[in-house]
């Protein structure tokens, strides 16, 4: 398979093949929706929490006799029933990790990828330098690479002047609907390739992502 390489003037210089193990996968659902459930709740702190009528202050005495009082029957000052009493099944600190297969976690990526080439969404550059941050600059590359929603610019190594010159994106171009977000190729995730329309991606930034998933990994690595 074979896409179309553009420079940052949005001008095609060449063609880069790409690996269908990783770009031409099947779209399965069910594994991407497992994945994005997973990595949204693995990031979940889970740190919330409450107490319960045994945690809160107060006497344990209770307030009046049972009978032959005309009110309601009540306990101590730390019943649920009461103001700032104990909290009934509340949240207590706990964890939300879930565990998912190395081969679900790697499939989905590459359904994610592949669904990027084709919808139309994919853009290989040949490579994204910057002398100095410049948001305009990173605005202009865009629109003309045609691309005026959420963009997602992944690259071979750590750049901090591509992203800096993101990170105002969306408030300095009105056509921007969405937002701009540079990540490195390895750190691809689910998530992200959900929440960004499209995928902008350096040459050998693809080259990291066949390396990656494009092949088994040895055993003991994550995949």
Known sequence: MQVSVYNTKGAVVGQLDLDESVFAVPMNEAVVHQALVRQRANARLGTASTKTRSNVSGSGRKLYRQKHTGRAR????????????????????????????????RLAIKCLLSAKVADGELKVVDKLEMSQPRTKDMIGMLQTLGIDRSALIALSAPNSTAVKSVSNISSL?????????????????????????????TADAVRVVERLWGAEPPAGTEG
Do not use: E
Not at 74 to 86: F, K, Q, T
């Open 173 to 201: 171009s009105p056509r921007m609907r969405g937002r701009a977000k540079i990540i490195q190729a390895q750190l691809l995730n689910v998530v992200d390739l959900l929440t960004y329309s499209d995928l902008i991606i």
């Open 74 to 105: 009540a306990g101590d000052l730390r019943s649920p029933l009461r103001r700032r009493g104990g909290i009934t099944f509340g949240p207590h600190p706990r964890s939300y990790r879930q565990q998912m297969p190395k081969k679900m976690r």
